[in-house]
C-alpha cells in the first residue's frame, strides 16, 4: 500500500473514530450498537439500468442510477426549494416501502 492511501485510510479510521464518540457522548443508547459494526453493510453495485447503485445488505437502496437520482433531485429542489422530501420515481418501488 502507498504513503498517500495509508494517510487517506488513517484520516477515515480518525473521522469515524470521532463521530463514534461523539455518539457515546450525545447519543450512548446508538453508541452501543454502532461500536458493535466490525464489517461494512454497504458497498456500491450496479442497479439494473446500469448505473452505480448503493447496496445496502445486498438491496439496492435506490434501485436505479443513484448519481442520476441525486442530479434530479437538487434539480427539482432549486427548481422550487421547499423543506418536504421530494422523491424521483424509482425511489417508489425499492427498500423504501420495504418492512422489517
Known sequence: MQAEQTCELDAEQTAFDENLAA?????PHLYV???AIDAPNTFLGL???GGLDLLFRGHGLYGCD???YAEAQVRDFF???T???KF???RES???QRSG
Request: aromatic share 12%; hydrophobic share 60%.
Open 23 to 27: 455518539f457515546k457522548v450525545f447519543a
Open 33 to 35: 450498537r454502532l461500536a
Open 47 to 49: 442497479a439494473a439500468d
Open 66 to 68: 443513484a448519481v442520476g
Open 79 to 81: 427548481a422550487a426549494p
Open 83 to 85: 423543506r418536504e422530501s
Open 88 to 90: 424521483v420515481e424509482c
Open 94 to 96: 425499492q427498500m423504501w
